[in-house]
């Protein structure tokens, strides 16, 4: 005999049917609806962004003023024939080399603070004797300059004569005919006004050099240079500079004088006219901080209250007062006014603006 399903199974059937379909069509829903691309999501504001630190030397390239004492002379205190000539014009003479010969004997040109006036003699006190030792001394030889003139002083004189070929002794003494003033280390040759075979008296023209630096100066100071003491490079030689550009201090120049683009600028201009060479002429070197500064690199958004080159910061909820260095594809090099602080984020939300004051 047949049974009738009961009300409750009907009632169960039902409502599994309506489960497997209603689970087939949100399967079909789903399968049907396309899903949105990352692309095309809401995008989510960041509240930070992480900083990197970077040494930071504000490196600028600078046009220089060069100023040159006026062109001296560098004249004979002996007289005979001169026998060999080692003066060319457009070059440089050194310091402790021989500039020509008179009567076979080399005469030695030295860059002293002051020249030689007078034969001297072991013994001998002075000034004179002081800046000469102290020349020597600068050449390399070992002497103590203490103004007072030893067989070490003379020696060292008998070396440079016997470098030049000419291997005499001198004899306990120091002709002051056998040495020439140079103006500086490296000089600068104008114009060579003798030659072999002529005839030299004291007192005439041996050659006309170029007159020492007075001055380097930078053109235009860039405006908006990192805080800070600079230096200026040129050729590899860095020397300190003022806060107007200026290059004055006597070792500074010194350094400089020896520096190539210098010495070439000096001799094309002093080859363009022997009698009046122009006082100044034009290079570049480069200018930067003594001292780089750690910087660090932020996005422009974490930058607020921005005046000039000064601003704030904020890292975890506290505002800090920077600096703005420079800035560069999408980044920018800040310093940090508490030198000591070091910051792994910045807040990038509009409403965390705390003061840095």
């Keep these: 005999m047949k049974t009738r399903p009961s009300a409750a199974g009907i009632a169960s059937l039902a ?98 603070s002051m020249p030689l006036w007078r034969d001297l003699t072991i013994g001998d006190k002075g000034a004179d004797v002081e800046v000469l030792q102290a020349e020597l001394a600068r050449l390399g030889y070992p002497l103590h300059p203490d103004g007072t003139l030893g067989s070490g002083s003379v020696e060292a004189l008998e070396d440079l004569f016997g470098k030049a070929g000419d291997t005499s002794s001198l004899e306990g003494s120091v002709p002051a005919g056998r040495i020439v003033w140079l103006p500086m280390p490296s000089t600068p040759v104008a114009s060579c006004d003798t030659e072999v075979s002529a005839s030299i008296g004291v007192g005439d023209t041996i050659a006309t050099v170029r007159g020492g630096l007075t001055r380097v100066s930078v053109q235009q100071m860039p405006a908006d240079l990192a805080p800070g003491d600079r230096s200026l490079t040129l050729d590899a030689v860095t020397v300190p500079v003022g806060a107007d550009g200026g290059v004055t201090d006597p070792a500074a120049l010194a350094q400089l004088q020896g520096v190539a683009a210098l010495l070439t600028s000096s001799a094309a201009v002093a080859a363009k006219s022997t009698s009046e060479p122009a006082a ?78």
Excluded at 43 to 54: I, K, N, R, T
Excluded at 313 to 318: P, T
Excluded at 334 to 347: G, K, M, P, S, W
């Design 280 to 357: 100044s002429e034009r290079v570049t070197g480069e200018l930067s901080l003594t001292n780089p500064l750690t910087v660090a690199i932020v996005p422009p958004a974490a930058v607020y209250s921005i005046s000039e080159t000064t601003g704030c910061v904020a890292s975890g909820g506290r505002g800090y007062a920077v600096t703005i260095v420079g800035s560069q594809l999408g980044q920018t090099y800040v310093h940090l006014v508490e030198a000591a602080v070091e910051l792994e984020t910045v807040d990038l939300s509009p409403g965390r603006q705390p003061s840095c004051e």
């Design 15 to 112: 409502l599994t049917g309506a489960a497997v379909f209603a689970s087939g069509a949100i399967s079909v829903w789903l399968w049907l609806t396309p899903s949105i691309p990352t692309s095309l999501t809401a995008p989510v504001e960041a509240e930070e962004a992480p900083v990197s630190l970077q040494e930071f030397g504000d490196p600028r390239t600078v046009a220089l003023d060069i100023a040159h004492a006026p062109d001296t002379t560098v004249t004979a205190r002996t007289a005979g024939v001169v026998t060999s000539q080692a003066c060319v014009a457009g070059s440089t003479i050194a310091s402790g080399s021989p500039i020509i010969s008179v009567d076979g004997h080399p005469i030695v040109a030295l860059a002293t």
